[in-house]
């Protein structure tokens, strides 16, 4: 069975820099489509970030995280990073990363002002 688990979270100061890791197993390499999403208190889960599985060159970006996040994955499809810069408190939510239909369980990012 295919797992997801996220690391590299935790508490932070606004204006700070954290990358988050996303570590696949139970499958073989290939060409998977990766993605990142995030579930601040009392909100529903929003999209932060994609990257193609066949091209890790394309990506996409919520529009709350563009020019600031940067998504990407190594060459196995078994790992994905979500660089996260310049972070502010609405920022802070449940990073989960994601390879459709699988969920990692999710790591804390508290942001403080």
């Known amino acids: 069975q295919v797992q997801l688990v996220e690391s590299g979270g935790g508490s932070v100061q606004a204006g700070s820099s954290l990358t988050l890791t996303c570590t696949a197993s139970g499958r073989t390499a290939g060409s998977y489509t990766m993605a990142w999403y995030r579930q601040a208190p009392g909100k529903e889960r929003e999209f932060v970030a994609a990257?193609?599985?066949?091209?890790?060159?394309?990506?996409e970006y919520g529009d709350s995280v563009k020019g600031r996040f940067t998504i990407s994955r190594d060459n196995t499809g078994m790992t994905a990073y979500l660089q996260m810069n310049s972070l502010k408190p609405d920022d802070t939510a449940i990073y989960s990363c994601?390879?459709?239909?699988?969920w990692g369980p999710g790591t804390p990012v508290p942001v403080s002002s």
């Open positions: 990257v193609q599985g066949r091209r890790r060159n394309v990506t």
């Open positions: 994601s390879d459709h239909p699988f």
